[in-house]
């Protein structure tokens, strides 16, 4: 909490205020000299506070007059809790993924990068990263030449330890193992505790790479309703354990802060609820924490594993997302699993390239990864703000969008029975590239995930604007509102 | 065939005949300028043909009076046949391995590395590869920011086909795929043709690492006669799948060309008659190329895949024994199978991490990776003559020794009944490591597996003298022969 900015945590008790309406929406706030006085802090911090707010959208300076307060978008509902089956199923995503991962570059040619989940190339501010790794090559030919540890790099273990001590979570250096991104984490945690035909709790919508692992692992996903703001619904898990009691399901996926793709974060009290609940019914949790240090504002939400006392939580996530995917860099804490990863990560890749998890490792030690990412989070939340004004208005009438908190990804329902796969194909003949909802579980034909993590230009609204016409067509009784 | 220089051709040439006993052992060679005129070259090729025998142990120079043919190391007997007893069974292989890959680093305090294959970093001479690294990290910050291509680099991947055409075998650009080294790329093969329970031939020893992967995917190794020499017997194959047709045997993995442990190199002949064998029934070919490049004298043998013209055989391969274990780069070239290992790819770790692909390729590009190569080769082959001397000097007599024709690798069979890892654990509180017959498969447990690859210092010479020290007690009726 103590790395928190005065500013920011001002204004985050204001904005609080009026996004709960505690100030009504167009009432005057303090002017500056008056906000330093009533929080006893300085002018330069009161003008800060009210610039963020600004950048938030929740306050409206109109210049010689004031400050106004401004909920935002007030009108622009939010998609529903989901309704899966909750039948586990043997689950098959189609080959859209692979089409995602297989355009590079961003000259104009290429087709408009709303798909895969990224941060544009500018907001990863990779010179930082370029120099370590550039020192470490010349420095240590043994990154090169040897193997590294099975383990990883000590140093990185230790600082990434550092790093979630923060966020009140212990975790013991020796649990702690470095992988092949994220998504070899979540493949040891599930190799780890299933065997093939085990069940394992999905949220529905969940992030279509997970629904991959465990169609290649022969493993059943199961698909319980989620709130695309509040997250998992912990009762229907409650529901489904005990009426499923035995009946195979072994471990449970589940992103609790920032989820992908609808940007959900579970409360504490759901989170310890959680954890609680899966170590009654011997269910391994298996945390992907990918998008945890992406919080627009307030205090890094706690990990799951925060509210584990009993090493059962696997808490895996990597820098993809927030400084590099080329690094490849991801860890997984797995408690009293760690030695059975242990074993299997030697069996799926030996190890992992040791050059650049020392380059990371100089950024954590440098306070240079802090500093990135707070300019990362207020980049996103600007991105996302603009990406969803432009939804808005570009979007047939009866079009839901969620307004996350973090992480840079919109989660999109069109109105009516719009197929998004019909979309994806038309907007796929223009050149223009999104997500599209059946790729992440049953039941979201009408949805759509829009990457933001690229700095939304003018080709980036065009595409938007043109989605939003393509869209309103499918629905031919609708039209579109920029219409 | 064309990179291989004319002393090279004609030494091989040579040292052929005195090898198969056409020139006898101690007969007198044509001097210097009687080569020269009799092979149509300068002096100069023919002094160094005759100082490439020398250095091959194959002719003794004896000043003044002129060179004299050597057959190697007469009376030094090597490992027969081994005789598994070819029964499906699931796997289970010790820490030992996982052991190997927790020490770093070269200084003096940590064991002596005979243990994890793997060449000396003097070996890699990593500057050229240091200084592509450092230019791409510096030109090319889209290799940190992005994911890199599912496949990998199109110009690594262009250029690995470039270079399998060099020795008759033809690969599609599209089937190859960069994989975390070769391990991920068995791991996607065996993916992608395998269900659990199903079971798998291996060579009888293989490598550890394949047991591991086998077990951890569920699968069942089938132990296949193998000579040391010759490698896998085809015609033990050939029973196997005559009797146990339709008895869940789905795959082949083989390392045909200077396999690890043994040294073992298919002949031609047994390589096409494996190819047609496993084509005939239905059983997927693994081919580990692993040690392919390190063959020390001649042409690089043919790949299995050479033989394969339906796109059946999945070439693996990686830079980890020539290049840069560090890089975590290695290929799968899956023929038929490529779209569903591509699939599968995904699932595992989203894409190889790009940076050092492109450092790679241009090693690849220059010519610089074929001259490392050759002085790789040289060196190689003297340090593994040097320690096998020193093992024959050293161990109890009866000791049966590899000598293999290409890698680092050198496979030890005790006399009597000496057990390996009453060896092993006697050495491990010596501070020397080396890797235990029994992690290779059933019946080796008295043998063990040297690593040849670190320069052969007087720390390793202590080392080798005090294993046979250590070996000769354990088998008390035997004197070890340097004592």
Same mark, same amino acid.
């Given at each position: 909490?103590?790395?928190?900015?005065?500013?920011?945590?001002?204004?985050?008790?204001? /904005?609080?205020?009026?996004?709960? /309406?505690?100030?009504?929406?167009?009432?005057?706030?303090?002017?500056?000299?008056?906000?330093?006085?009533?929080?006893?802090?300085?002018?330069?911090?009161?003008?800060?506070?009210?610039?963020?707010?600004?950048?938030?959208?929740?306050?409206?300076?109109?210049?010689?007059?004031?400050?106004?307060?401004? @909920?935002?978008?007030?009108?622009?509902?939010?998609?529903?809790?989901?309704?899966?089956?909750?039948?586990?199923?043997?689950?098959?995503?189609?080959?859209?993924?692979?089409?995602?991962?297989?355009?590079?570059?961003?000259?104009?040619?290429?087709?408009?990068?709303?798909?895969?989940?990224?941060? /544009?190339?500018?907001?990863?501010?990779?010179?930082?990263?370029?120099?370590?790794?550039?020192?470490?090559?010349?420095?240590?030919?043994?990154?090169?030449?040897?193997?590294?540890?099975?383990?990883?790099?000590?140093? *990185?273990?230790?600082?990434?330890?550092?790093?979630?001590?923060?966020?009140?979570?212990? *975790?013991?250096?020796?649990?702690?193992?470095?992988?092949?991104?994220?998504?070899?984490?979540?493949?040891?945690? *599930?190799?780890?505790?299933?065997?093939?035909?085990?069940?394992?709790?999905?949220?529905?919508?969940?992030?279509?790479?997970?629904?991959?692992?465990?169609?290649?692992?022969?493993?059943?996903?199961?698909?319980?309703?989620?709130?695309?703001?509040?997250?998992?619904?912990?009762?229907?898990?409650?529901?489904?354990?005990?009426?499923?009691?035995?009946?195979?399901?072994?471990?449970?996926?589940?992103?609790?802060?920032?989820?992908?793709?609808?940007?959900?974060?579970?409360?504490?009290?759901?989170?310890?609820?959680?954890?609680? *609940?899966?170590? @009654?019914?011997?269910?391994?949790?298996?945390?992907?924490?990918?998008?945890?240090?992406?919080?627009?504002?307030?205090?890094?939400?706690?990990?799951?594993?925060?509210?584990?006392?009993?090493?059962? #939580?696997? $808490?895996?996530?990597?820098?993809?997302?927030?400084?590099?995917?080329?690094?490849? #860099?991801?860890?997984?804490?797995? /408690?009293?699993?760690?030695?059975?990863?242990?074993?299997?990560?030697?069996?799926?890749?030996?190890?992992?390239?040791?050059?650049?998890?020392?380059?990371?490792?100089?950024?954590?030690?440098?306070?240079?990864?802090?500093?990135?990412?707070?300019?990362?989070?207020?980049?996103?939340?600007?991105?996302?703000?603009?990406?969803?004004?432009?939804?808005?208005?570009?979007?047939?009438?009866?079009?839901?969008?969620?307004?996350?908190?973090?992480?840079? $990804?919109?989660? #999109?329902? $069109?109105?009516?029975?719009?197929?998004?796969?019909?979309?994806?194909?038309?907007?796929?003949?223009?050149?223009?590239?999104?997500?599209?909802?059946? $790729?992440?579980?049953?039941?979201?034909?009408?949805?759509?995930?829009?990457?933001?993590?690229?700095?939304?230009?003018?080709?980036?609204?065009?595409?938007?604007?043109?989605?939003?016409?393509?869209?309103?067509?499918?629905?031919?009784?609708?039209?579109?509102?920029?219409?």
């Amino acid at each position: 909490m103590a790395d928190i900015p005065a500013y920011r945590r001002i204004a985050d008790e204001i /904005g609080k205020l009026i996004l709960e /309406g505690h100030i009504a929406d167009g009432a005057r706030l303090p002017a500056v000299r008056e906000l330093a006085m009533q929080r006893g802090t300085s002018v330069t911090t009161a003008v800060e506070v009210l610039r963020l707010l600004e950048r938030r959208d929740l306050v409206e300076a109109r210049p010689r007059v004031g400050y106004f307060a401004r @909920r935002p978008r007030p009108g622009v509902p939010e998609p529903a809790m989901s309704r899966p089956r909750m039948q586990a199923r043997q689950v098959r995503v189609s080959d859209v993924v692979a089409q995602m991962f297989s355009a590079d570059g961003d000259d104009a040619s290429r087709p408009v990068p709303l798909g895969a989940a990224l941060p /544009g190339p500018e907001l990863l501010h990779s010179a930082a990263l370029q120099r370590a790794t550039a020192r470490w090559t010349r420095r240590s030919p043994r990154l090169l030449t040897g193997y590294g540890l099975l383990d990883g790099s000590p140093r *990185l273990r230790r600082r990434l330890a550092a790093r979630y001590l923060r966020c009140a979570t212990p *975790l013991d250096v020796p649990e702690l193992l470095i992988t092949n991104g994220c998504m070899e984490a979540i493949n040891l945690a *599930l190799r780890a505790v299933c065997r093939p035909r085990d069940g394992v709790i999905v949220e529905s919508p969940c992030y279509f790479g997970f629904l991959q692992v465990l169609e290649a692992l022969g493993l059943k996903a199961c698909e319980v309703p989620t709130h695309p703001r509040t997250g998992l619904s912990v009762a229907a898990v409650e529901r489904l354990l005990s009426a499923a009691n035995g009946r195979g399901i072994r471990a449970c996926i589940v992103s609790p802060t920032n989820s992908n793709p609808s940007g959900a974060t579970m409360s504490d009290a759901d989170k310890a609820a959680l954890v609680a *609940l899966c170590r @009654r019914h011997g269910v391994a949790l298996i945390e992907d924490d990918l998008y945890g240090e992406l919080q627009f504002s307030g205090a890094r939400p706690l990990p799951l594993r925060h509210f584990d006392t009993h090493g059962e #939580v696997m $808490l895996c996530g990597s820098f993809s997302k927030t400084l590099a995917p080329g690094a490849r #860099v991801g860890w997984i804490a797995a /408690g009293r699993h760690a030695a059975e990863v242990r074993r299997l990560k030697f069996a799926v890749s030996v190890t992992t390239a040791p050059l650049l998890q020392e380059a990371i490792a100089d950024l954590l030690e440098g306070g240079a990864y802090d500093r990135h990412l707070r300019r990362l989070r207020a980049e996103c939340e600007r991105q996302l703000r603009q990406v969803t004004q432009w939804v808005i208005e570009a979007f047939p009438v009866g079009t839901r969008v969620m307004q996350p908190q973090g992480g840079f $990804l919109l989660w #999109v329902q $069109l109105p009516g029975a719009a197929d998004a796969m019909a979309l994806y194909r038309g907007a796929a003949d223009e050149g223009i590239e999104f997500a599209p909802g059946p $790729l992440f579980g049953s039941g979201f034909a009408d949805c759509l995930r829009i990457n933001c993590g690229q700095r939304p230009t003018r080709r980036i609204e065009d595409a938007i604007r043109r989605l939003g016409v393509l869209a309103a067509e499918l629905a031919t009784d609708l039209a579109p509102r920029a219409a």
